[in-house]
RNA sequence: GGACGGUUGGCUCAAUGGUUAGAGCGUCGCGUUCACAUCGCGGAGGUUAUAGGUUCGAGUCCUAUACCGUCCACCA
């Protein structure tokens, strides 16, 4: 055997998984369904760390499930539209979205993924993930077009969906409406403006303070608490603005911190959401919107027409600053809202958006949570924050070109919304018109040209990945999924949006249980990012070491827990990876001529193999307990644990005179001969056979390629299974538990120990001879060993004085 | 401000309320090179963040505090 070259080992089992199919899901296989609602990665570029991480977990498991005799539907899909394409395809081209025609734009952006998708695809297959990729999805086909549209109008006959114009997140450098989930806080060094405006019909100023003077031509209203003493005076009284002359009255509101700034807070259209929500308080006031979608203002504003924000505030300052209106700057920090996909500062815009009403079912999201199984259990409480925060409708349309189309017109006359009927979906409004009339007699429809958010359809991938299956009698026990996979930065997103979804639609839960996993951290415990280049490569990694390294790496953190990168753990799992190998090697070596059909009496077995073989046994337990409780980690260490201490160190190291037996009978002599036989040796090979293949099967979820390669290399000829995939964790044997050998070798371990240790202080070799050997005991047993000891140790003679 | 997680050798992490708190990496010493671009053996290294409490017994349970991290909200 040669030395391990994982790379083409690697690509050599992935093709042979694909052409055999080994992971294909077939409805009529026994076993119970474990169906798995696979996230579809998002069309944004490669693989990064954190999916190959997250994505290992998932597989893990499923491997395990697999493995366990569960038959898997675990398919495999992309997310490939809305903002993230979007900005992948303009990069990737080198063009501008809103310099190109719709058209233009949305065809480039079918080309491109088309290009790139099987890349990407590539990828996931690299890392070894075992989905049926003929159980294949891409959330902008037609196929999946369809199943989005007839939702959404499912929802509007349930009268869950409205159209509104209300002021809305918005984000001015991809112009488009947002939804409440797509903020990042940011931190940003601001000023803090006082300005001093002037009482009408008096010689008196009041001052207020604000971070947005930009928007002063906006502004419609100043507000103090109905309690301060220093304002109450003031109540109902006008104030001139400066710059735009505008009046403006005093109103108390009891929202207004008196502690904060002057006490005085001046309000426009929209300065945030406190603006927002304090228009809702005075219904009377009217706002006055001078932000165009482009971010830019307009008439409205006067001189600063044609701005954007960041230039109006340098303006509006300059200005203020000369008519002395501005009394001081303090500068601060605060924390901003931003676009999460651009890093933008959102704005507030009044426009027309379509909505999801969910906010009454709060209530029922939380029981869904609830009636789901969590690990790590303590994710469920991010959830239940995320829903009992949740101050607005769900706002699902942008003003975008690369998504799934509104199946929606207006009527020209009447402007009632026609929908289109379903047995003509998918359709683009943009180039369709109904076939029938509108109500009101008139033939002529306006399209609708938003499209919807990317988190509308992804909300609904249990139903897009069980429409992949045709029979109906599979389908209904695919839904509930037995399994959400996911990491933990898209709980308050995907996980939430499609709890909601299956409530809407089918008012169950979508899934029986969800594992999250956390986040691969860079080498000093922080977030990886572009702008601070120290984004690891999975690609590099898997380059150098293995997908197999890289996966035994990953399954180092348990779910919800954060990973840092380090080189050296990954070297350490390259170490375990190797030695996997070379025990393998040098066992195989012995293997040769041995028959699993040759029978054995178990009870004749030498004092240490039924040591290793009781050890096997309680290492499958744990093994087993743990994944039963999705503690890969855990089981992880145990296996760890057995195959390098237990039997590499202690194990093979015992057994190699009794396996040398033949080689040194034909020398004549050897150092460490003993006087075994072939009989003993028999017993060697039939317990390296067994611990052998059980420790393979072990490892096959987490290192899927070398078990397979050494499954196939050796144990091919005397397993019946095409793959290691195809085969069964082994089951416990109760007739290989032996509690008490155990106590007796652990006995005979800590002897050889004590001798290690003499040894070791001498400074000798471990081989040194030692002429004679005396050991006081208690334990009447070790005399049984004294053969064993005198091999393993080099001992002439060995002198046993029982205790009492 | 709210919620959640964490704090254990230099680093990364383990330890169903029960002997002397364990591994791996690193470090120091020794030994092998006949499975192992190595591997093995041995040593040093810990007041378990702090302060109280419950208990025969606390790293583990309770209460406070501090610090770190994540999510959410937010002061104009």
Redesign the pocket.
Known sequence: MK?YYPKNLERKWQKFWEKEKIYKFNSKKKGEIFSIDTPPPTMSGKMHIGHAFSYTHLDIITRYQRMKGKNLFYPFGTDDNGLPTERLVEKENKVKIFDMERQDFIKLCRKTIKKLRPGLVQEWKDIGISSDFDLNYSTISKEVQKLSQKFFIELYKKKRVYRKEAPCLWCPQCQTAIA?AD???KERKSF?NYIKVNIIGTDKYIIF????PELLPACVGISVHPNDKRYKKYIGMKVKMPLTKAEIQIIPDKK???N??T?V??YCTY????CVEWMKRHPNIKPINIMNSDGKYNKKAGKYAGLKTSEARKKIIEDLEIIGALEKQESIT??VNTHERCGTDIEFISTKQWFIKYLDLKKDFLKFGRQIKWFPE?MR??YE??VK?LGWDWCISRQRYFGIPFPIWYCQKCNKIKFAKVSELPVDPLHYQPKTKCSCGNSKFIPEKDVFDTWTTSSLTPQIAINLVKDKKTRKKLFPMSLRPQA??II?FWLFYTIARSKLHFNKIPFKTIMVSGFVLDPK?E?MSKNKGNVISPQETIEKYGADVLRHWAAKA?LG?D??WSE?EIK?SK?II??LW??F??CSIHLKDFSKKEKLNLKELEGEDKWLLHLLQITIKNYDNYFKNYEFKKARQVIDDFF?KKF??NY??IVKPRLYFEQSEKKGSCQRQGSYNENSSKKVKFCLYTVLLSILKLYAPFAPFITEELFQDYFKNQEKEKSIHQSLIPKINSRLLNPKIKKEIDDVMDII?LI??YK??K?????KEISEFSIRTKNKKIKKYSKLLKTVMNIKSIKIYPVK
């Open positions: 030395k409440q903020l990042e806080d803090l303070a604000t971070t947005r207004t911190d008196m904060y700034g006490g807070v001046y300065g945030g959401i406190e605060h924390i303590y409480k991010r924050n995320w925060g933990h930065d308050n415990g977030k348990g827990e990973l840092r050296e350490g170490r190797t030695k070379n025990a090697r040098f390098w590499c160190d093979l190291e120990s290690r240790k070791s202080e400074g000798w070799s471990l081989k």
